[in-house]
């Protein structure tokens, strides 16, 4: 069985959008991490388009533009500022034991490819095969939010598993409907800039942003 | 079995130990240019081997048989080695012989008699280099076998001949599963060929050399079949991975006719490639020793990554 060159393509897509995920995992500095992020996006971007060139839905290149625009421009502009504004530019996360997460990504692939099979086989998209990929960037960026300490890179974790969503949308069902697309747009929007107050907040209370100071704020029963 | 079969694989074996050299000299030579510096020349290391061979070679007292016998056993490894990819045609009478797990055990053999010659003398830098070759080698190896494990997937066979004709005579379809294999089987390369982010090949520098600390003991014909095979084990890496990931251009087997074109797609790869090559390694930076192990994990992961995303997208994969 030979597949068409659309639909070659967008498997491809998919696969670099596990890549970045596990690129993302792993990744130490802040600055590279928003690259990732916007890279993600773009790919994200391409993805929708081809899909809605194979299956002639017009409101996928709405998703796709309001996808480029926002999570390709806007949001990593926005980091990009915000990390600059708290001086954290080059800030590295040292409490990392990049293999052991590395080995915990991989398990967590294989759980995902293994959920996302019976689903795919009734979906009857063209797209379905890339379902499991989906599910497993989702999880990946789960993973990532877990394992980091500093509040940005888990900011980051958050929009990313956004876009495993939105991903996954896309290769289940074509896209959610527009309004709920730009619901969800303008949701991300408005949390990355309460998070950005967040970080202030969080910094002027603690001196800091590991997120584990938080844990002071508990009550002494 | 006809002559022409022989003369094939002879021709084949011939040209890879002769090219071997040059490549290493225009990989050194690229370098070179991109640090803004003139470069010694592709015929380099020729000249470097040449040199070495006319030279007397000098022992150490307590040096055994071992140490004396490992430059050859390590050389005729990676010839062997050589003589199994196939370069220019697929018709090699060596290869129904041996598969490419075979090929990963003729990598492993030569490496075992390196770090035991190392050890041999019994001086800390050759048993320092000898470890630590061991070290990347442990990491390495599975994730090279995770590598071929994907194209043999495709292709239902672990002959690397097998792979090229599935590989090379069909129509063009976009594997992603190769992709990452060969992400993951450049980032092995880059390690098992003493490289740049793994190993400086061109330093002595005690505290980061692996390679160069293995063969600090051995001189004159010895050292010169050392320096050769090193270059050939680059040859040998790098015609794999034209085999299996850009196999346009290798001829089928009894294609005579096609062998002029197929000497210049490969030239013109080796070419490419070893550019690639020396652009990558102008533009990272020598990692910490024990950053390699999440170098490697890196690579070993996005073979099984490969392997993963095969299996679930079926024959698209």
Known sequence: MTLSFTQQLINLMACLLLLIAFAMVSQRRILRLIYLFALQGL?????????ALATQQPHLYFSAALTLGLKV???????????????????????????????????????????????????????????????????????????????????????????GLFFAATSATYGMPMVVELGIALDVLVGTFIFGIFFFQIRETFDSLDIHHLEKLKEKT | MNPEFFASQLFQTLLAVLLAPVMLGWVNQCRAWLQNKTGPGVLQPYRVILKLFRKDAVLAHNASWLFRFAPYAVFGCMVLA??????????????????????????????????LAAMDVGTAFGSLGARREMFVASLAEPALLMVFFTPALISQSTALTTIVETLAHRELTIYPSLAFAAVAFVMLLLAENAR?????????????????AMILEYSARHLALLEWAHALKLMTY???????????????????????????ALLLKLLLGSAALAVLEAVSAKMRIFRVPEFLGMAFLLAVLGMLTRLLLGSAG
Do not use: C, Y
Not at chain 1, 43 to 51: D, E, F, Q, R, Y
Not at chain 1, 98 to 126: E, K, R, W, Y
């Open chain 1, 43 to 51: 790919v994200l971007a391409i993805n929708t388009a081809v899909v």
């Open chain 1, 73 to 163: 421009i806007v949001l990593p502009w926005l980091l990009h500022r915000l990390i600059d504004r708290l001086n954290i530019r080059w800030d590295i996360e040292t409490l990392l034991n990049i293999p052991t997460i590395m080995l915990v990504g991989i398990v967590v692939v294989i759980i995902a490819f293994n959920l996302a099979l019976p689903i795919s086989q009734l979906a009857g998209t063209i797209t379905r095969s890339s379902l499991g990929i989906a599910m497993a960037s989702v999880l990946l960026s789960f993973l990532m939010m877990i394992t980091r300490r500093k509040a940005v890179p888990q900011v980051i974790g958050f929009l990313a598993m956004e876009n």
């Open chain 2, 82 to 115: 050589v003589s199994i990819v196939p370069i220019l045609a697929t018709d090699l009478p060596f290869s129904p012989a041996a598969d490419v797990i075979a090929l990963v055990g003729l990598f492993a053999l030569a490496r075992v008699f390196m770090a």
């Open chain 2, 196 to 212: 740049i982010p793994v190993d400086n090949p061109a330093t002595h520098l005690e505290l980061t050399m692996i390679h160069e």
């Open chain 2, 238 to 264: 790098a015609s794999i991975g034209i085999a299996l990931f850009l196999p346009w251009g290798i001829a089928s087997a009894g294609q005579w006719a096609m062998m002029p074109l197929s000497i210049l």
